[in-house]
């Protein structure tokens, strides 16, 4: 955290002495203007002029921004291979965990007992979809829509989906379309917006309190461990 908190302060006096302004530092970099001018403020102001000293600066970083690109997938691969192969137990505890985290839960104030899971990664959909296999849920039992605003490709979306899901697009429920507030600044926008895949359990109820107590063992156990 200290070595790339370091590398971003000197990238930013880098971009500085090249005539980038306190905003284009800030946007480039992913970090605060307050950040900015705390890092770069003993510097002169810049010469607007100096395009050519601009471009070396950003000559100068290449190398270095290659060579964090491939540390960074070098730690994911060997965090991989740290996984390995999921025994059935473990699958297990992971979606059950899963769920916990991103399927729908019944509150208090508004019980409800039904499985349904929903989510933007594609990965997480599949991961969820081989835990259900594993708990012996039949795929009749499955169905599966689309969630995304209007303004976005539906039918690319739809075909994107349905990959995942392990269906036919024309299998998909009725997809959900959320209204485009114009107002509203919207950062999940452009091609690789796909929206959300919602997949539901009929006659989950069973399940759903399955799942409740799966979790509560969970907790116990790690408790138990503290």
């Known amino acids: 955290m200290v070595q790339a908190k370091t590398e971003l302060r000197e990238r930013a006096r880098e971009l500085r002495r090249a005539g980038e302004t306190y905003d284009a530092i800030a946007t480039r970099l992913g970090v605060s203007k307050s950040s900015v001018s705390l890092w770069v403020r003993d510097l002169p102001k810049p010469d607007r ?5 601009r471009l070396m600066a950003e000559a100068r970083w290449v190398p270095h921004r290659r060579q964090r690109d491939i540390t960074r997938q070098q730690t994911k691969l060997a965090a991989a291979r740290q996984v390995g192969r ?15 985290s991103e399927g729908t839960k019944s509150k208090p104030a508004r019980p409800s007992e039904r499985v349904r899971f929903i989510n933007s990664d594609p990965d997480m959909i599949r991961v ?18 689309v969630t995304i605003h209007e303004s976005a490709d539906v039918p690319a979306a739809e075909h994107f989906w349905a990959e995942p899901a392990g269906t036919d697009v024309t299998a998909l429920g009725a997809t959900t379309l ?3 507030n114009p107002r ?5 926008t452009g091609p690789a917006y796909r929206g959300c895949l919602t997949v539901s359990v009929r006659d989950g109820a069973d399940l759903y309190r399955r799942i409740e107590g799966w979790w509560y063992g969970i907790v116990v156990g790690a408790g138990s461990t503290i």
Do not use: I, P
């Open 49 to 53: 002029r100096s395009e050519h000293a």
């Open 86 to 100: 999921l025994t059935d137990r473990e699958l297990f505890l992971v979606g059950v965990g899963l769920y916990w």
């Open 128 to 145: 969820y979809l081989a835990w259900l296999r594993l708990l012996g849920v039949d795929r009749e039992r499955l169905t599966f829509h």
């Open 178 to 180: 959320k209204r485009h």
């Open 184 to 188: 509203t600044v919207r950062t999940n």
